[in-house]
């Protein structure tokens, strides 16, 4: 149901989660243009909430007695590092708690997956009022706890190992409007779940505890602002994925990772940062998501809130500009 959708939210809320990079701009994240200085480091805490009543079955819409109303927490530790002024490397790592106001199915909770992404400044020149800029993103994900992968919606995560491609181009108005687009390709590895036998609608039966995982594709576009003489950041976004390839959930079954799960939704964040000078910079973050359209996954509502603070390791640690 609501698990692909989530491990998206692992990258989109890696990315809208955010580190800070400088006075002019403010989150860091695999989805946006933004890039930390050489010798800039930016760490976050950020806690999340999903919940949904009704989720779709294919592209039927339904609710669950045995369900009721499904819930998320999760609390995840991120960083963002300046290599150079060109290249920087994000890392997160979430843990996650999930649960059910009805029937007899019991949560779990623990660390879902570790994420890894390099980020390079590729093109960047002016441009009439403003700014072009483009950015290729190369990203990596697995598990980082051993968690059941054949328990969803419940379960942690996918259990796989995911490769990205991303490729994200930005346009920035000198007097602080920007419009950002972003599209990658996701590679996964099969995954392990436990028993040994499985049924796939339209393929049968299948003998094994290895699970063919189709890829993904994603995409985002955002239209933005920097207020308050630049201290606060403003950000509408739509996104959305398509798994290509994978069934359906089948009538009153459960979830299985391997399902065809779709989905787009509309993202509203606020960023407020407050410099202390010396490169040292807090950011406090807010945000909200509504899951529009979908399949095989839960209608979702999603709120976060968190802060990062940014502070310089090497190099020049006094200089926090773009």
């Not at 079955?57 to 530790?77: A, C, D, L, M, P």
């Not at 099969?190 to 189709?214: F, H, L």
């Amino acid at each position: 149901m609501n698990i692909k959708f989530l491990q998206l939210i692992r990258y989109l809320c890696f990315a809208s989660l955010l580190c800070l990079a400088s006075p002019k701009m403010t989150a860091q994240t695999p989805t946006d243009a933004i890039m930390m200085e050489k010798g800039q480091l930016c760490v976050a805490a950020i806690y999340g909430h999903d919940s949904w009543e009704e989720y779709w079955e294919g592209t039927y819409k339904r609710s669950n007695g045995n369900i009721g109303t499904f819930t998320r927490q999760s609390v995840s530790g991120m960083f963002s590092l300046g290599i150079t002024d060109r290249i920087n490397v994000l890392g997160a790592l979430p843990w996650m708690k999930t649960s059910a106001s009805a029937g007899y199915s019991k949560g779990v909770q623990g660390i879902q997956d570790w994420g890894v992404w390099v980020k390079a400044r590729s093109i960047d020149f002016k441009l009439g009022p403003g700014s072009l800029g483009f950015y290729p993103v190369l990203g990596l994900t697995g598990p980082a706890s051993n968690y059941l992968t054949d328990y969803l919606p419940f379960s942690l995560g996918l259990g796989a190992v995911e490769a990205s491609g991303r490729g994200i181009l930005i346009y920035e108005l000198d007097m602080g409007l920007y419009a950002r687009a972003h599209a990658a390709y996701h590679i996964r590895s099969n995954t392990t779940i436990e028993r040994d036998y499985y049924y796939i609608p339209g393929a049968g039966g299948v003998y094994s505890d290895k699970v063919d995982m189709p890829n993904v594709s994603s995409f985002g576009a955002t239209l933005g602002a920097l207020l308050l003489k630049n201290n606060l950041k403003v950000e509408a976004t739509y996104e959305g994925m398509n798994t290509l390839g994978g069934a359906d959930i089948r009538l009153h079954d459960m979830p299985f990772p391997s399902n065809n799960m779709d989905m787009t939704r509309a993202n509203f964040n606020l960023q407020y940062y407050i410099p202390f000078g010396n490169g040292h910079i807090l950011s406090v973050i807010a945000g909200g998501t509504q899951v529009l359209t979908g399949r095989n996954v839960g209608q979702s509502t999603a709120f976060m809130g968190g802060l990062t603070y940014q502070f310089g390791v090497f190099g020049n640690k006094n200089e926090a500009t773009n």
